[in-house]
């Protein structure tokens, strides 16, 4: 049921934003009632449409079957919680140098890694395929086997440290062609093969509490006037051949607490609506909208190694697995406000604080 919050109760998130007593929040349970409603007037194409500076898209959904939103404060992994060497595998550390600190934030597994990738040959190319029925050339393993052995070998984290990763995209790579720089990446040219195999890749993010953890936005990444230390990522991106040959680099972020059992939500249409500022450059299609945390300073200690989890609507563009997925827009999902991630920053920092509101 919807509900309602006092002016007391609101307050500023990434921009000013008022409200009156009559404003309506609700639960996630709620919002996902929205969402299948939007799907079901939507009939069979499974889309809804999003408008943006650039038009109206028909983009896919995305939301977490959750039963509530937690604020989460992360931090970097500890040097003690090292994933198991696995049988004639390697783990090594994977570091950021910053200034005169150095911040651990994962590790490297590899499985015969030189014999994955081969040896690297100058202009060259690889494909890639969306899909179930898409193979990596010469690999003993289908697509559907390969999800199957990473998920496998990233399950046992969850209970060792807590950590857990949910599939956000999958596709196989192609054998290497010779290939040419064309106005729209690389051309291969299919007649002129350099080796005989490929690998799928496996792209994960990190959830709490079942809610993918996104990255950070934009203007969070370190500044004189954000923050000094790093960022923790919460990704990890899984190379596999077969199942002794494979490479994964992981970098989860750890919970340190939660600040709020779970928020209120603004609705699904009202953040739909304000999406209408986004996309205001060249390539920017978007194809998904997706409910996820994203990470944004602590206002209580900008500079320090943790962060906060604060959940937005993302509007995703996915121009193919041989490009990176990315962020065109987002909305504050308790607020419904649209965040401009380009504007610049005019007051020390504080609009990349975390700020939200309970019930």
Same mark, same amino acid.
Request: proline share 6%; charged share 20%; glycine share 8%.
């Given at each position: 049921?919807?509900?309602?919050?006092?002016?007391?109760?609101?307050?500023?998130?990434?921009?000013?934003?008022? @409200?009156?007593?009559?404003?309506?929040?609700?639960?996630?349970?709620?919002?996902?009632?929205?969402?299948? *409603?939007?799907?079901?007037?939507?009939?069979?194409?499974?889309?809804?449409?999003?408008?943006?500076?650039?038009?109206?898209?028909?983009?896919?959904?995305?939301?977490?079957?959750?039963?509530?939103?937690?604020?989460?404060?992360?931090?970097?992994?500890?040097?003690?919680?090292?994933?198991?060497?696995?049988?004639?595998? &390697?783990?090594?550390?994977?570091?950021?140098?910053?200034?005169?600190?150095?911040?651990? &934030?994962? /590790? +490297?597994?590899?499985?015969?890694?030189?014999?994955?990738?081969? *040896?690297?040959?100058?202009? &060259?190319?690889?494909?890639?395929?969306?899909?179930? #029925? @898409?193979? @990596?050339?010469?690999?003993?393993?289908?697509?559907?086997?390969?999800?199957?052995?990473?998920?496998?070998?990233?399950?046992?984290?969850?209970?060792?440290?807590?950590?857990? =990763?949910?599939?956000?995209?999958?596709?196989?790579?192609?054998?290497?062609?010779?290939?040419?720089?064309?106005?729209?990446?690389?051309?291969?040219?299919?007649?002129?093969?350099?080796?005989?195999?490929?690998?799928?890749?496996? *792209?994960?993010?990190?959830?709490?509490?079942?809610?993918?953890?996104?990255?950070?936005?934009?203007?969070?990444?370190?500044?004189?006037?954000?923050?000094? @230390?790093?960022?923790?990522?919460?990704?990890?991106? =899984? #190379?596999? =051949?077969?199942?002794?040959?494979?490479?994964?680099?992981?970098?989860?972020?750890?919970?340190?607490?939660?600040?709020? *059992? #779970? +928020?209120?939500?603004?609705?699904?249409?009202?953040?739909?609506?304000? =999406?209408?500022?986004?996309?205001?450059?060249?390539?920017?299609?978007?194809?998904?909208?997706?409910?996820?945390? +994203?990470?944004?300073? #602590?206002?209580?200690?900008?500079?320090?190694?943790?962060?906060?989890?604060?959940?937005?609507?993302?509007?995703?563009?996915?121009?193919?697995?041989?490009? +990176?997925?990315?962020?065109?827009?987002?909305?504050?999902?308790?607020?419904?406000?649209?965040?401009?991630?380009?504007?610049?920053?005019?007051?020390?920092?504080?609009?990349?604080?975390?700020? /939200?509101?309970?019930?």
């Amino acid at each position: 049921m919807k509900k309602g919050l006092s002016i007391l109760c609101l307050l500023l998130f990434l921009f000013p934003y008022s @409200a009156t007593a009559e404003q309506e929040f609700y639960t996630i349970h709620e919002i996902q009632e929205q969402a299948g *409603e939007m799907l079901n007037a939507a009939g069979l194409t499974g889309t809804i449409e999003v408008e943006t500076t650039k038009g109206k898209f028909n983009v896919s959904i995305e939301i977490p079957e959750v039963d509530r939103v937690p604020i989460v404060q992360i931090t970097f992994p500890s040097s003690d919680q090292v994933p198991p060497v696995p049988e004639n595998g &390697t783990v090594t550390e994977h570091t950021v140098e910053y200034y005169s600190a150095s911040y651990l &934030t994962g /590790w +490297v597994v590899d499985v015969n890694r030189d014999e994955l990738y081969g *040896e690297y040959v100058k202009n &060259t190319h690889r494909i890639g395929q969306y899909g179930m #029925d @898409a193979y @990596a050339d010469g690999s003993p393993l289908t697509m559907e086997e390969s999800i199957a052995f990473a998920e496998q070998i990233l399950h046992p984290y969850k209970e060792l440290y807590g950590w857990e =990763f949910a599939l956000q995209r999958a596709y196989a790579n192609s054998r290497r062609y010779k290939a040419t720089a064309g106005r729209n990446g690389f051309v291969a040219d299919m007649d002129h093969p350099v080796d005989d195999t490929g690998y799928y890749t496996m *792209e994960f993010k990190q959830t709490f509490y079942g809610i993918p953890y996104d990255g950070y936005l934009r203007f969070t990444y370190p500044s004189k006037n954000d923050r000094e @230390a790093p960022l923790s990522a919460g990704n990890l991106h =899984f #190379d596999l =051949f077969s199942p002794d040959c494979y490479s994964y680099v992981m970098n989860p972020s750890a919970e340190q607490a939660v600040l709020a *059992e #779970d +928020v209120p939500l603004c609705s699904l249409e009202t953040c739909i609506k304000a =999406f209408k500022n986004s996309c205001r450059y060249s390539g920017q299609t978007p194809t998904r909208l997706r409910f996820v945390y +994203v990470a944004l300073n #602590d206002p209580n200690d900008r500079n320090g190694d943790h962060l906060v989890l604060v959940p937005v609507w993302m509007l995703e563009s996915d121009k193919g697995p041989e490009w +990176v997925l990315g962020g065109v827009g987002f909305v504050n999902a308790q607020t419904g406000e649209w965040i401009n991630t380009e504007q610049k920053d005019k007051n020390e920092g504080r609009r990349s604080d975390a700020v /939200w509101f309970g019930w």
